[in-house]
């Protein structure tokens, strides 16, 4: 079995959508929004974890590896949340441009 | 028992949080007996006294060779430091009880994260202590903190983003995620774009988590703006375990140190190195200028580690051994140097040197244990740093890599420049206005800086009996 | 090529396809709740692509607490900070025209250079031991992602103790 | 018996402590120095007197032992310099007692002494290298204790012997390392291989320099104008030519079997012959009674080198014999020159003339030991002069012609310096002079008396002092005695080397009265030499310096230290300004690039992960 004919046409959607989550990643200036394209990267990579998992015959390892990094995600995303909303209670705003006074 | 590391800090966090008043005194004391607990139960295991060790439990295999140990003994070490930190510098009651909840929980993470032998069970150990990172950065909910909490998750995310996609990959070439299993599959066609695609993937992460230039961007920040006891943890062994350690462990036991390897962890290490000590030249911020110091020394232990595939094999045995070494070491004085500046920050009411001087006379314990801490970062004999600097710069030129043996040597130079303007600012030179009524901080902050210096002093000193029994054989690969 | 696995494979990239739309739905989306709701779309689709692969107990997870509970994290999140002004949208809508025209551009050249790229075959290798009762799994040689699990909740827990709670 | 030979290294060194710390009572202090020069006559004669025998100390494991050797060599040298300090003490006595720094002299005096006997007797090169390196500390403070500004003088010279000094050192090293052992009777070496062979050129340096033979010679002239006159009398005449002589004749007989063919003993000869020939064209043409002797000092100094150099049996007999000879003589002559400066109040030989009869006992020690110098039979220079002259021939016509020549020269410098110092018009200014005090006269006297004996009665030193000091080397005992029996027994062997000599002095004779009858007096009476095409061009550069290697020393160093200054304060420019303001500059830009910005941190870290996987991909 070549592993890479097999995992070739999900790894370019994979591939693809973590584009798009970087991408946004860079050029947004909305902290919420930087927390979207993270979960958009992540969704890429889950997919890739069962992806592998299918490849390699390993489905229950994968969906075990899954389900702990949704556990992980969510946790993440709850703390990145909460530091956006007390950022904005000091600045007003969700511009993550105001978050440059640690510099040089 | 190895996994009680892990679960001593959990029941310790479950335990003091029942709805009874008084434990929440016991916090300091529990921390302190926990580190304790911990500092002897790694030292039982260095490679000096461990003949016959446990090495097969049911959660954690294979856990206790040297390095792990060597790492548990940091862990404690900083852990130690911070909770007296913390116990000095907490604001409140709550707020200080928080914190040391976290700090517990960062422990047990950490903990877990150097004994774990799987590439996903270590992912989720570093992201325990990570996460628990970010909220300690932000406790207080001041402005910096935040930045740099945000700066440190989104960062910190992305770099376990590309660790997942990694295991995912490797996932679906060997069905497995433990060390061995990967290795072993590696070995067969470690050349193969694919994998090494996912080695690159991991690596980079490492890079990003070690604050390795250019990967580094939220270091400083977070540093910087954490509050005093969670810079104490976080610089001093958090970034050490989850990116250097990992590092070191995953390049030496599971991607083997290639050629292409190396040639990256030099190249990165040479330019954290001296860019490190470059932007630490110029801060006027006391932690600000520690951070950028942290970026310079990790740059060092990286370089080390960039010789463990040499030819030579004594020189890769020496780069080894001097790699962790100087993670070991540079875990105590950059934990001295955080503990000290938060005494600073604590009697002076400011971390900027440019309103600082002349605290030496004041703060006479302060002074010196930095100056004594500031001297091992650069290098000066016969402290703790000296020798592992040594080993380092050695194993290079033994390597044949000359030039960047030569860059160690003038980096360390940049190294005592910036840290003997700290001092001149800090500590020495004329008292300040403003500064007249400077004390010495109370014994929360000295005592674990006399304990970190005695330890630099001691590993300094006691060298000819630890290269032989504790250094070389923590090469163990 | 069977004609079944054809069908599979179609059906599989039109899945993929949606997610992708999903995503730079999330992406580009101007109000923030809906490109929440875009992303918990993202996450429905993946769902329905883990079941076709196989991996129902993963995709219940990712239906239940990606679609469901980050979603509503992100919209109590969204609901707390006051919506930006007209200006600002204005101005960051301009900027968004400006920035993100690269962005297909981008997407064609990794595609491209992933589907045209020629890589040597790689075997897959069956290195560990095949354990297909997840219930096993997880109790046993994963036991300690879940003692992982309890610690990463308990720090969430006192991130949202330190992180939420009001300031008096 | 043993403990004698301490005792003739720490008595006088003692006592030369006690000196110092009565320096300020005058007369104390002489009689203090004048008991520890009796004290160490005595010590050297018993030494003298004993068997031969060693003393061994082990101290060090690296060479350095405590190995003193007595053997007829080494005794005689002890006594030789004993007699010379005490005579020089005493003639001190009178001389130094008007003068600031006496007791300084003494005290220095003596611990010469002590670190000549140490130097004589040492049987280990490092223990020798410690004694000689202290002879030359109280060279150098001897002549610094002089006039004011003698300094000068006393750093030349400082400079100039201590190069000399590293030069034996690095020898010492070689030989060391070579032989295995520090020990210099167990030294035996060859000169056929390269390294002992750069040992043997360093150490001789090292001794030839001691002695006082070019180029390390020209802080001789220098400290005869401004060091204390008996300072000249002691160091210069006598202690440095008997350990430098003393140290060559054991580095060419004892540690390198030295013969006659190889080319370092062409190399020693023609070291010989130069030094013969410069310094005496130099002494010639001086115009002051210390000075010129000073130039003879160095140039009878190429006698013994040209003697030891033959390697001939005759050769080395004859260059021993002339040091101790020339020991004697050159003293009694520096004494003159200081009665004369005592008394007429100067050197300057035009202020000088007719003192004769004013100190006729001056004048007739001053003929004796110039008659020595010249080499007039019966004297002991004449008897010395035919022994190098019959190892010279032996050895080369070309080497034997320079010797003559330089007795030719130095039988006219000393006709031109008796002539105008005690003959010819006496000026108003010195119609009062008076001879000197007896104090004065006697050492003259003695040393007179026994440059007279060693002529007349040859065969006595020969047989009691320098041939029993060469049993023990490389040359056999039996050897010598048979040579000294056929040769040097009474008169010399050869009738054509004494005719050859006796032309020469005619014809200096000859010289001297042209010279005077063009220039009408004495002083002039080498000017037709002086003045003649083509030598006084020579003249005028060597009065200039230009030959003098601690003058173009000291150019050569000045012009060092402008480069060095220049090149430091390129580096410091460096290093204070360029590197300080391209590591401020660098620092500005690393710290600029961290804006804060978080987007800019993410492009970082991924453009870094896209190189990361790159270089992995491309270099595998």
């Known amino acids: 079995m070549n592993l890479i004919t097999l995992i070739m046409p999900f790894g370019i959607f994979v591939a693809l959508l973590a584009v798009v989550g970087l991408f946004c990643l860079i050029v947004t200036r909305d902290m919420l929004r930087i927390l979207l394209a993270l979960e958009i990267v992540t969704k890429a990579v889950t997919l890739l974890l069962v992806v592998g998992g299918a490849v390699s015959g390993q489905m229950a390892l994968a969906q075990t590896l899954v389900i702990t990094l949704i556990v992980i995600e969510v946790v993440v995303i709850v703390v990145g949340a909460g530091i956006v909303i007390a950022v904005f209670k000091h600045t007003g705003t969700l511009d993550v441009r105001r978050l440059r006074n640690l510099k040089g | 028992m190895p996994s009680l590391l892990v679960i001593i800090p959990l029941l310790a966090v479950l335990l003091l949080n029942l709805p009874l008043n008084f434990l929440r005194r016991l916090a300091l004391p529990a921390a302190v007996l926990f580190a304790v607990y911990q500092a002897l139960f790694a030292m039982q295991l260095l490679p000096a006294s461990c003949t016959a060790c446990p090495t097969h439990e049911r959660w954690f295999v294979n856990v206790l060779d040297p390095l792990t140990s060597v790492l548990l003994l940091a862990i404690a070490v900083v852990a130690f430091a911070s909770v007296f930190v913390l116990h000095a510098t907490a604001s409140d009651e709550k707020h200080g009880f928080n914190a040391f909840n976290l700090i517990f929980l960062a422990v047990a993470g950490m903990n877990g994260l150097v004994m774990v032998r799987d590439l996903f069970s270590m992912y989720i150990f570093l992201e325990i202590a990570s996460v628990a990172s970010f909220i300690l950065i932000a406790a207080q909910r001041d402005m910096g903190g935040l930045e740099g909490a945000f700066k440190y998750l989104v960062m910190s995310a992305l770099a376990t983003m590309m660790m997942l996609a990694s295991i995912a990959l490797l996932l679906a070439y060997c069905g497995s995620t433990s060390f061995m299993v990967v290795a072993e599959a590696l070995h067969a066609h470690g050349s193969h774009g694919y994998l090494l695609t996912a080695v690159g993937l991991f690596l980079g992460g490492l890079l990003i988590k070690s604050g390795i230039m250019p990967f580094h961007g939220w270091l400083p920040d977070a540093y910087a703006a954490a509050p005093a006891a969670a810079s104490t943890l976080i610089a001093g062994i958090v970034t050490k375990t989850t990116g250097v350690y990992a590092l070191i462990r995953l390049v030496l036991h599971v991607f083997g140190p290639s050629v292409a390897v190396q040639q990256l962890l030099l190249i990165f290490g040479a330019i954290s190195v001296v860019a490190g000590a470059l932007a630490a030249l110029g801060q006027s911020d006391m932690k600000r200028m520690l951070a950028y110091s942290s970026i310079s020394q990790v740059g060092y232990i990286v370089m080390g580690l960039g010789v463990a595939g040499a030819a030579n094999k004594f020189a890769a045995e020496l780069g080894v051994a001097g790699a962790i070494f100087h993670l070991f070491n540079h875990a105590i004085f950059k934990t001295l140097l955080f503990v000290n500046a938060a005494a600073v920050e604590k009697q002076a009411g400011t971390r900027d040197m440019n309103q600082l001087g002349g605290l030496a006379q004041k703060m006479p314990i302060t002074g010196l244990t930095s100056l004594l801490a500031m001297f091992a970062t650069a290098g000066v004999p016969p402290l703790a740093g000296f020798w592992s600097k040594l080993l380092i710069i050695a194993a290079l030129w033994l390597a044949g890599y000359h030039g960047y043996a030569l860059l160690g040597i003038g980096a360390s130079l940049l190294t005592l420049a910036y840290f003997l303007s700290l001092q001149r600012r800090v500590f020495f030179g004329l008292l300040r206005a403003g500064c007249e009524n400077v004390r010495e901080a109370g014994w929360a902050l000295t005592v674990p800086s006399l304990v970190l210096a005695a330890i630099l002093l001691g590993v300094g000193v006691a060298l000819p009996w630890l290269i032989g029994s504790f250094l070389l054989p923590v090469k163990g690969f | ?168 | 018996m043993t403990k004698l030979m301490y005792f003739a290294i720490l008595l006088p060194a003692v006592i030369s402590l006690l000196a110092l710390g009565t320096r300020k009572l005058g007369k104390v202090c002489a009689a203090t120095a004048l008991l520890g020069a009796v004290v160490n006559l005595v010590v050297a004669l018993k030494l003298f007197l004993a068997p031969a025998h060693a003393v061994h100390i082990p101290w060090t494991s690296w060479g350095l032992d405590f190995t003193l050797r007595l053997y007829p060599f080494s005794a005689f040298i002890v006594l030789a310099a004993a007699g010379f300090a005490l005579a020089i003490t005493l003639y001190s006595l009178p001389f130094m007692a008007k003068r600031e720094h006496s007791g300084l002299f003494y005290f220095q005096l003596l611990l010469s002494v002590a670190f000549a006997n140490g130097a004589a007797l040492a049987d280990n090169l490092i223990l020798l290298l410690f004694f000689w390196e202290g002879l030359l500390i109280t060279l150098y403070g001897l002549i610094a204790i002089g006039r004011p500004g003698a300094w000068k003088s006393a750093m030349k010279a400082l400079v100039l012997v201590g190069v000399s000094d590293v030069c034996m050192m690095f020898g010492i090293a070689l030989a060391g390392h070579y032989a295995g052992t520090m020990t210099i009777s167990k030294m035996h070496l060859v000169l056929t291989q390269t390294g002992p062979t750069l040992a043997f050129l360093f150490l001789i340096v090292g001794a030839t320099a001691k002695a006082g033979a070019l180029p390390f010679h020209s802080w001789i002239p220098d400290a005869a104008v401004d060091a204390p006159l008996p300072f000249m009398a002691l160091m210069p005449a006598a202690f440095e030519k008997l350990l430098g002589i003393y140290f060559l004749a054991r580095i060419t007989l004892d540690i390198f079997a030295l013969t006659p063919g190889s080319w370092c003993s062409t190399l020693l000869m023609t070291l010989g012959a130069i030094t013969i020939l410069v310094a005496v064209m130099m002494a010639l043409i001086q115009k002051d009674y210390k000075r010129l002797l000073a130039y003879h000092a160095i140039s009878q100094v190429g006698y013994m080198i040209l003697g030891i150099g033959t390697a001939v049996p005759a050769g080395i007999v004859g260059g021993l014999f002339h040091m101790i000879n020339h020991a004697m003589y050159k003293s009694g002559l520096f004494l003159t020159g200081g009665s004369v400066e005592r008394q007429a109040g100067t050197t300057d030989l035009n202020k000088l003339g007719g003192i004769a009869r004013l100190m006729p006992v001056t004048f007739i020690c001053f003929f004796v030991t110039a008659c020595s110098i010249s080499g007039v039979p019966p004297f002991n220079g004449f008897f010395s002069k035919e022994l190098i002259y019959d190892g010279a021939l032996e050895r080369g016509g070309i080497f034997y012609a320079a010797a003559l020549l330089g007795s030719f020269l130095t039988a006219a410098s000393f006709l031109k310096l008796g002539h105008s110092a005690y003959f010819g018009k006496l000026s108003e200014a010195n119609k009062g002079i008076k001879e000197a005090p007896w104090a004065m006269l006697l050492p003259m006297l003695t040393i007179a008396g026994f440059c007279i004996f060693f002529g007349v009665f040859n065969a006595v030193p020969l047989h009691k002092l320098i041939i029993p000091a060469l049993t023990g080397s490389s040359f056999g005992a039996a050897h010598v005695e048979e040579i000294a029996k056929t040769h040097l027994v009474g008169w010399p062997v050869s009738t054509l080397l004494v005719v050859g000599t006796l032309v020469v002095l005619a014809l200096a004779l000859l010289n001297h009265f042209i010279g005077v009858k063009r220039s009408g007096s004495g002083i002039g009476a080498a000017d037709h030499i002086h003045y003649a095409p083509g030598l006084h061009q020579a003249y005028d550069a060597a009065e200039k310096g230009w030959f003098d290697p601690y003058e173009i020393g000291l150019k050569l160093a000045r012009a060092l230290a402008a480069v060095t200054w220049g090149v430091d304060r390129f580096i410091n420019w460096v290093s204070d300004s360029l590197a300080v303001g391209l590591t401020a500059m660098f620092s500005y830009i690393v710290r600029a690039l961290h804006n804060g910005s978080l987007s800019v941190y993410i492009w970082w870290a991924l453009a870094g992960l896209v190189l990361v996987i790159v270089f992995l991909v491309k270099v595998n």
């Open chain 3, 1 to 168: 090529m069977d004609p079944n696995l054809k069908t599979e494979l179609l059906a599989n990239v039109i899945l993929m396809a949606a997610m992708l739309l999903g995503g730079l739905a999330t992406v580009m989306l101007r109000q923030l709740v809906k490109a929440a709701i875009a992303l918990a779309f993202t996450s429905v689709v993946l769902c329905i692509l883990m079941f076709k692969l196989a991996a129902p107990w993963a995709a219940v997870f990712e239906l239940s607490v990606c679609a469901g509970l980050i979603t509503v994290v992100f919209i109590s999140a969204i609901s707390l900070v006051k919506p930006a002004t007209e200006e600002e949208r204005a101005a960051h809508m301009r900027f968004k025209v400006r920035r993100y025209f690269l962005l297909p551009l981008v997407l064609l050249t990794v595609g491209c250079g992933l589907s045209y790229m020629t890589v040597r075959p790689l075997p897959v290798v069956a290195g560990a031991e095949l354990i297909t009762d997840m219930r096993i799994l997880l109790w046993g040689p994963r036991a300690l992602d879940l003692l992982g699990q309890i610690l990463v909740l308990l720090a969430g827990v006192w991130g949202v103790v330190v992180l939420f709670k009001e300031e008096k």
